[in-house]
């Protein structure tokens, strides 16, 4: 085992001298082979090694040994933010980072039961092929992937660009099972959402910060200008960061010549990043929120310093440090904290986040906490009693269908409310909780969930309104 592990501690100091240029690399043996030179601990690290693989029960593989000193010295630095991954948990974390991946189109979630198609990409494979938003994928490949999670289903679809893999499905209009033979691509997630909301104002929304987040802003801005947008509510709400090079790119298309970011290494040294851009044409309202982190704070805590924007919302999550990647072959790879940074104001927000100028708070009120969960398999109706009919008087209530405080009995007014969902939803007026009627009850709630106001968006447009008419005043 001594051969493969000194080349191995040689891998690792290499990597240091890699990612620390300071640090001085000596030879750990002598040309001869001979390791009596090597410092005690690594002269322990190998007798360790021997003893496990001498003694342990069951056979040891060398590279399961490596890993686990790889996986135990990252974890020994107690930050959150540095990780080892297998190698293949390194080639998911490198293909969620870039925004592209070998696939086939599709965002999918969990619903009745099923993983459920909630859309098709367009220019895919999987538009091509004829899915469909609402489909029911039950098979990949000939294996049965019902209950499984999304994740699990998600890493069953995905593969090299060029392979195939055949998708079952079941469609509501269809009685038999759907298989489809797709050829997989390579799919760039795009991800910005915007859209043109009247009156000047567009809202661009930023779900992370990718390599195809530059490109796509400067397709949102060019349609905006387009369409007479005069005011924009850029939401960095619950975007967790991504990579530092677009967030910097980001801000240049925002923030006017001068610094956008400090990142302060180990040995103190400063790198100044800049925009050197005239300022925007675009009036801003930059919406914030605690799950806003990372290469989003860059982004608004350069806005906030150099008063490109007003920030509306909520403090920051307060991650103000940059990883670097590491690929170790079939060991795996590293996410490593290797500086941090400041905002342009020379402020360190790790831990403490920023503070928007116009601080709103988000409706706390958590609708679906304390919900008894709903099976979904059982019929009920009047005169039923138990904790399932609370489950389903408890939703009806959260869409004021149910007025009466819940009480696990089908009386009249469970069957009013039953009877009340089904004329909304089309279904037969039986009074009757069945298959169909939880299938509308879920559709209702997602539905009644995403029509509630989103009061910090409704603040972020009256400010946006009024800087837009003190411009025009001023002009």
């Known amino acids: 085992m001594r051969k493969h592990l000194v080349p ?22 002598a040309d001869n082979g001979d390791t009596s030179g090597l410092p005690p601990e690594i002269n322990f690290l190998i007798q360790l090694d021997e003893f496990l693989k001498n003694n342990y029960v069951n056979e040891i593989k060398d590279l399961d040994l490596i890993r686990g000193a790889v996986k135990g010295m990252v974890e020994s630095l107690d930050d959150p933010y540095s990780e080892y991954f297998s190698p293949e948990d390194f080639k998911n974390f490198n293909d969620s980072t870039s925004g592209n991946f070998g696939g086939i189109g599709v965002v ?10 909630v859309s098709v990409i367009d220019g895919t494979p999987a538009q ?11 098979e990949v490949d000939g294996k049965d992937v019902t209950g499984l999670s999304t994740a699990e289903v998600s890493n069953l679809i995905k593969g090299e660009q060029g392979t195939k893999v055949t998708i079952g499905i079941m469609r509501d209009d269809q ?6 033979d797709i050829t997989r691509d390579i799919i760039e997630v795009n ?17 992370e910060f990718n390599e195809n987040t530059t490109k796509n802003i400067d397709k949102a801005l060019a349609d905006f200008k387009k369409g007479g947008v005069q005011g924009i509510v850029l939401d960095l709400r619950d975007n967790p960061g991504g990579l530092l090079d677009q967030a910097i790119e980001v801000a240049k298309r925002f923030v006017p010549k001068g610094p956008i970011v400090h990142v302060v290494s180990k040995d103190g040294k400063v790198q100044t990043f800049s925009s050197d851009s005239e300022p925007s044409p675009f009036k801003l309202v930059v919406l914030v929120n605690g799950g806003s982190a990372s290469a989003a704070e860059i982004l608004s805590g350069a806005i906030k310093d150099r008063n490109a924007g007003v920030l509306v919302g909520e403090k920051t999550f307060g991650k103000a440090t940059v990883q670097r990647t590491l690929n170790l072959g079939v060991l795996g790879g590293i996410k490593l904290t290797v500086a941090r940074y ?21 409706d706390t009120v958590d609708l679906l906490k304390d919900l008894i969960p709903l099976k979904g398999n059982k019929t009920f109706k009047y005169g039923n009693i138990g904790l ?15 007025k009466a405080q819940p009480d696990g009995v089908f009386g009249p007014r469970t069957r009013d409310a039953v009877i009340a969902l089904q004329k909304k939803k089309g279904l037969a007026v039986t009074g009757i909780v069945d298959a169909a009627f939880y299938r509308a009850l879920e559709d209702a709630m997602y539905e009644y969930l995403d029509s509630r106001e989103d009061v910090q968006l409704r603040k972020a447009i009256d ?10 005043k001023a002009a």
């Open 108 to 117: 999918i979630t969990s619903k009745d039961k099923y993983v459920t198609i």
């Open 191 to 207: 991800p910005i959402e915007y859209k043109i909301l009247g009156q000047g104002i567009g809202y661009l929304r930023i779900n």
């Open 388 to 402: 399932e009919v609370m489950g389903i008087q408890q939703r009806l209530a959260v869409m004021n269908l149910f």
């Open 342 to 362: 400041t905002t342009p104001n020379g402020t360190d927000i790790n831990k403490t986040g920023i503070m928007p100028d116009i601080e709103v708070k988000s």
């Open 463 to 472: 400010v946006l309104k009024q800087n837009i008419k003190g411009a025009q």
């Open 128 to 138: 091509k092929a004829g899915l469909r938003a609402g489909d029911r994928i039950v």
């Open 175 to 180: 009685k038999q099972m759907l298989k489809m």
């Open 8 to 29: 191995f501690i040689a891998l690792l100091l290499a990597t240091l001298l890699f990612l620390s240029p300071v640090i001085t690399y000596k030879p750990l043996m």
